[in-house]
């Protein structure tokens, strides 16, 4: 027995703020900031595989400055990057003036879990716990992508 949460949990995974973005599909941007190299670089690749380009961030620099370089429409942020629990750094991406239609999914621990609620405070607009199934973050980029494709 584990102390896992069940995947269909919204302990697992959830989102907050439903957003949608309308616009051509070789279009949308998603970038993947993660502390685990080979696990950022295996999502980036499992996403240009299911058609949104994608860029992968090692740390918060980076994460910036492809925020502001590149412009993605969707973020998966490892809340390990810019310390567990300091949201100052998701509070800073929100501050952004082009911040409006982006979507930010917290990807945070599960043991110790953070609390949602705070992630939610800090301006999230939803988390999956690591590791989390590629299908489910797959499921949230079509939901926020596809439901208003331009073709």
Not at 20 to 25: F, G, W
Not at 35 to 48: I, K, Q
Not at 115 to 136: F, I, K, S
């Amino acid at each position: 027995m584990n102390n896992r949460a069940y995947e269909t949990s919204s302990s697992q995974s959830a989102l907050w703020n439903r957003k949608r973005l309308r616009m051509a599909a070789d279009s949308r941007r998603v970038l993947v900031a993660l502390t685990e190299r080979a696990l950022g670089e295996s999502l980036v690749s499992l996403f240009d595989l299911k058609g949104f380009p994608s860029q992968y961030a090692p740390d918060a620099s980076s994460l910036k400055r492809s925020i502001g370089e590149w412009r993605p429409h969707a973020v998966f942020v490892d809340t390990r990057i810019g310390g567990c629990g300091n949201y100052a750094l998701v509070r800073d991406l929100r501050n952004s003036h082009d911040d409006a239609d982006r979507l930010i999914i917290a990807m945070s621990g599960f043991l110790p879990e953070e609390p949602l609620a705070h992630l939610r405070e800090a301006g999230y607009d939803g988390h999956c716990r690591r590791p989390c199934p590629v299908w489910q973050m797959t499921d949230i980029l079509d939901d926020f992508f596809a439901s208003h494709l331009v073709r």
